[in-house]
């Protein structure tokens, strides 16, 4: 069982940055594919980011509403991920969802039901 806390979420203006981060508490850390999520009031759950686990290069993928503005990396000695989030806007206002997955493919990475584990999620207010 993967254990996973997000933390770094907060308030901040539009045009500002955040910085999520995720810790795990799984020893094969570095074998899962990491991702996060977000959910905005009244809206379904959407992909964010992606990190393949490091024997797959860790490779990335974006959403294309952030594409260019948030970076996903892993820190694998830290069993940790974190979320850069810069140039915000309010529509980027959400809970933000740390998830874990067993050999996610990446053409598969925006499929939240092959992730196994999800942290209880950080929220991200961006006023405008």
């Known amino acids: 069982q993967v254990q996973l806390v997000e933390s770094g979420g907060g308030l901040v203006q539009a045009g500002g940055s955040l910085r999520l981060s995720c810790a795990a508490s799984e020893r094969t850390f570095s074998s899962y594919t990491m991702a996060w999520f977000r959910q905005a009031p009244g809206k379904e759950r959407e992909f964010v980011a992606f990190?393949?686990?490091?024997?797959?290069?860790?490779?990335?993928s974006y959403a294309d509403s952030v594409s260019g503005r948030f970076t996903i990396s892993r820190d694998n000695a830290k069993n940790a991920v974190y979320l850069q989030m810069s140039s915000l806007k309010p529509e980027d206002t959400a809970v933000y969802y740390c998830?874990?997955?067993?050999?996610?493919?990446?053409?598969?990475?925006?499929?939240?039901?092959?992730?196994?584990?999800w942290g209880q999620g950080t929220q991200v207010n961006v006023s405008s």
């Open positions: 990190v393949a686990p490091s024997t797959w290069g860790e490779q990335r």
């Open positions: 998830a874990a997955g067993y050999f996610v493919l990446p053409r598969n990475s925006e499929d939240s039901s092959l992730y196994h584990y």
